[in-house]
């Protein structure tokens, strides 16, 4: 007895079969590649902010120099430059499509600490006097710890930030920055999640973008001053300018620089306070040069 083989009955089924298997696996393949692309991003921006923190700890947690050491730190990120003649030009590139496409800068770093409630607990009056605004001294950490236990702070916890001493001379540090991700599907699975949000985050994953937020910090090795700062980031730079403004320096024995010079005010170093008592009868110009010569962010020793 002939048996009939129905053959045409199994035809297509390897291609099920396939997609079946090969669907899952592509998923889980632009998965792996789009973690390993987000942690190679992170790192590259981790590594960065500790440069930018490293500055900012000897230049008195001066913003501005915070934000121009990313600009150069970062530019790992952008090699090879692709199209573009250098990495700069195509970090440049890349802030200007984000910031025309969700009218964010391209980074952000907020100084987390030291804050306001920490030089209302910490502030040296006389650092603060002869540079103009308020200054955390960085020496003689334990002293001024012991000093603040004597005086009735509990562990030397500051009444307004409830903070020590050593934590308010500790640089910190947060970084919002976007990038593009690799995978296309991410852009469409990030606008569901940012349904409702209106922050920075939000709007970057509105537009399919991710967003690497980033802390570190680094303990002070310079007098760390309380900057009036206003960063509003231009979309159309990738380093965001920082606009300071000082304050209005109070009267005081020792000459501060006029505004319309572009250095900034640096910190007071031991030389320039020791020679304010052997030279007595120097003249205020005199000061002055002796002041210029100063570097920002050395220490009063």
């Not at 910090?217 to 960063?231: G, P």
């Not at 008592?277 to 020793?301: F, I, M, Q, R, Y």
Request: net charge neutral; charged share 20%; glycine share 6%.
């Amino acid at each position: 007895m002939r048996i009939k083989h129905y053959d045409y009955l199994q035809s297509g089924a390897a291609i099920i079969e396939s997609c079946l298997v090969l669907v899952p696996l592509l998923l889980v393949t632009a998965l792996i590649l789009e973690l390993t692309h987000s942690q190679n991003v992170r790192q590259i921006a981790q590594l960065a902010l500790y440069e930018a923190a490293r500055v900012g700890s000897v230049t008195g947690a001066h913003p501005e120099k915070i934000d121009q050491a990313f600009s150069a730190a970062i530019l790992p990120l952008f090699v090879p430059a692709g199209m573009h003649t250098s990495p700069a030009k195509r970090r440049d590139a890349s802030a200007q499509t984000i910031a025309n496409e969700t009218g964010q800068s391209l980074w952000k770093i907020e100084t987390l600490n030291p804050a306001p409630p920490v030089f209302a607990d910490f502030a040296d009056h006389d650092l603060s006097r002869k540079i103009g605004q308020l200054v955390l001294r960085n020496d003689y950490l334990a002293e001024q710890h012991q000093i603040h236990i004597r005086q009735g702070w509990p562990h030397g916890l500051g009444p307004t930030s409830g903070r020590t001493v050593f934590e308010a001379n500790t640089l910190r540090l947060q970084l919002s920055l976007i990038y593009r991700p690799r995978t296309p599907g991410i852009a469409f699975v990030l606008k569901r999640l940012s349904a409702g949000r209106t922050d920075r985050t939000g709007i970057a994953w509105n537009k399919g973008y991710l967003v690497a937020e980033l802390i570190t910090e680094v303990m002070m090795q310079s007098h760390a001053q309380l900057w009036s700062e206003t960063r509003q980031s231009k979309p159309d730079s990738a380093e965001v300018p920082i606009q300071i403004q000082r304050p209005s320096p109070s009267p005081s024995p020792s000459p501060i620089r006029s505004p319309s010079t572009s250095r900034i005010p640096s910190p007071l170093s031991g030389q320039a306070i020791a020679s304010e008592t052997k030279n007595e009868s120097a003249t205020v110009n005199d000061e002055a040069a002796k002041e210029n010569k100063l570097c920002d962010g050395l220490l009063c020793c």
